[in-house]
Antibody, heavy 120, light 107 residues
């Protein structure tokens, strides 16, 4: 059974870089036709798509975050990562990693979420 | 980007009620429209994919329909575990977008 687990600091200072990992078990991230994505949800608000990576290494980003976001994958560790630079309080959110099948599939498997607060 | 408008933003209903949530993308998305349920403190859970296909294990009281720019999620005979927030998502564009959510609360 596929499981995804986010990990990383729960507190990040303004202007610094937020870094999260998503560890995947139960399947390889290095397989055709699956995309691995990141979403976030600010407190009391809805879902925002951050971006995703394909096993080939191709990445896709939300234009509103593109200048600050990097998503990468480490096949040897079977995990993928999110880096968000120059964070502000507006980046405070629960961050989720998830998987979808095919270029237009829904996200059928999600991690439990990682709460990140941006504060001095 | 494709904007996705959900309505209503919240609704109150009783156990056993039938409820319908609407999702309208700002442009045609074919059937690349999916529905999620999110309970407090939990990750979203995919209920319906490609507008009308029920995910395995999801109760049959959930159904989805529509295409183009007009979609619905219907829950027949509301159960206690159905009180949650529901989101739609379009994946017609690689830059996927979610609706703002519909919170279903107990009347």
């Amino acid at each position: 059974q596929l499981q995804l687990q986010e990990s990383g600091p729960g507190l990040v200072k303004p202007s610094e870089t937020l870094s999260l990992n998503c560890s995947v078990s139960g399947d390889s991230i290095n397989i055709n036709n699956y995309f691995w994505g990141w979403m976030r949800q600010p407190p009391g608000k809805g879902l925002e798509w951050i971006g995703k990576i394909y096993y080939s290494g191709t990445t896709y980003y939300n234009p509103s975050l593109k200048s600050r976001v990097t998503i990468s994958a480490d096949m040897s560790k079977n995990q993928f990562s999110l880096r968000l630079t120059s964070v502000t309080a507006a980046d405070t959110a629960v961050y989720y990693c998830a998987r979808h099948k095919g270029s237009s599939g829904g996200y059928e498997s999600w991690g439990q979420g990682a709460r990140v607060t941006v504060s001095a | 980007d494709i904007q996705v408008t959900q309505s209503p933003s919240s609704l109150s209903a009783s156990l056993g009620d039938r409820v319908t949530i609407t999702c309208r993308p700002s442009q045609v998305v074919g059937t690349y429209l999916h529905w999620y349920q999110q309970r407090p403190g939990e990750a979203p859970k995919l209920l319906i994919f490609d507008a009308s296909n029920l995910v395995s294990g999801v109760p049959s009281r959930f159904s989805g329909g529509g295409s183009g720019t007009d979609f619905t999620l219907t829950i027949t005979s509301l159960q206690p575990e159905d009180f949650a927030t529901y989101y739609c998502q379009q994946t017609y564009s690689v830059r996927t977008t979610f609706g703002q959510g519909t919170k279903v609360v107990l009347k």
